[in-house]
């Protein structure tokens, strides 16, 4: 699949942009998971224009995640101009518009997937970008605002027009927010339209290789975009991408695999942006793998208050020596 002169290779995967998960080190481990593009944390452009240091933070990239995206929001399309020029010189391999958010904060505000009810400004936004950068801009959007306005087959055909190189859709609306089910028929419809030359990326429950597969082969998406599924399983991408070349799964993981796997994580994440900001971030990692671990909970709990690398080490270190003949058919 290629977006512009970027050649992600055949059915690459994606790594979502998301809120305060997608730091470099994140990004970094995904990478060397498997991971063919990272994302960024959606960007505010107004905090952008107004210089907010966070919002300015996370402009910031590294060699070692490349390629990658940076993907900006926002409803004014002044402002989204400038914080799209203002991203162009971070230097990233794409610029992506980001039109399906559905937290209230920002759809409810006319961002993100809040433009879904206004689409010329949409399109507004997208040509006046298109024009103003010389990387390649996609964007990412939903099926519609609600199930009585799914407006995604023509909305991306408009998309097209104006000069987006990949489009990203999840198989929801906003009225859904991320409950019950992803609907990737109407995905599979925009991919099937013969006036669309662009990559199609879909997006929404690609939380396994079976189901990648069956997205792709069902529905001929270009590529996968893999969000909620990587957090505190980023090596589901090297489970993925191995089922697809080979049709075989990998054994899994076992607990003290996934024990050293946080551990690089957290010491990663600490390396990159300090240690109390890297902990903060890589909390969200560790509360994950090992919930359904059987009397897990004092040792869960310690690790979530440990305050210090060595000390979560050493907590990663005791679960994984105590369950390290634990069965993992149990967690299946």
């Known amino acids: 699949m290629k977006i512009g002169e970027l050649d992600l290779g055949e059915k690459p995967l994606l790594l979502a942009p998301m809120e305060d998960v997608t730091d470099p080190s994140f990004r970094v481990f995904c990478k060397e998971q498997g991971a063919d593009m990272m994302y960024t944390e959606f960007v505010s452009a107004e905090a952008l224009v107004r210089n907010v240091n966070r919002s300015l933070r996370k402009l910031e990239l590294v060699e070692e995640e490349r390629p990658v995206g940076i993907q900006i929001y926002g409803k004014d399309v002044d402002k989204m101009v400038v914080a ?47 024009k103003a950068v010389d990387v390649p801009v996609t964007a990412k959007t ?21 000069g987006v190189q990949a489009l990203c859709i999840h198989g929801r609306t906003r009225e859904q927010m991320y409950n019950g089910e992803a609907d990737w028929t109407l995905i599979g419809k925009v991919k099937a339209n013969p006036r669309m030359k662009i990559p199609i990326i879909g997006n929404g429950d690609v939380d396994s290789p079976q189901r990648a597969k069956m997205f792709i082969d069902k529905y001929g998406v270009d590529a996968l975009m893999i969000g909620r599924a990587s957090i505190g399983k980023p090596w589901i991408f090297r489970e993925i991408k191995h089922f697809l070349q080979t049709g075989v799964l990998l ?39 090992f919930r359904s671990l059987p009397d897990i909970r004092p040792l869960r709990i310690q690790l979530l208050r440990e305050k210090s690398v060595s ?8 679960i994984g020596e105590k369950y390290a003949s634990y069965p993992m058919s149990e967690l299946e």
């Open 84 to 130: 799209a020029q203002m991203a162009a010189e971070a230097k990233p391999e794409l610029i992506d518009l980001n039109f399906g958010c559905p937290v209230k904060k920002i759809a409810g505000k006319g961002s993100g997937s809040g433009l879904l009810l206004d689409i010329p400004k949409m399109l507004a936004i997208t040509k006046a970008v298109v």
């Open 142 to 162: 939903r099926l519609g605002w609600d199930s009585d306005s799914l407006v995604i087959e023509s909305v991306a055909e408009q998309l097209q027009d104006v």
């Open 251 to 289: 054994p899994p993981l076992t607990i003290k695999e996934q024990a050293d796997l946080m551990d690089d994580i957290v010491k990663k994440s600490c390396a990159m942006i300090g240690e109390r900001r890297g902990i903060l971030h890589a909390r969200r990692h560790l509360a994950i793998p």
């Open 311 to 318: 000390g979560i080490s050493n907590v990663l270190k005791e």
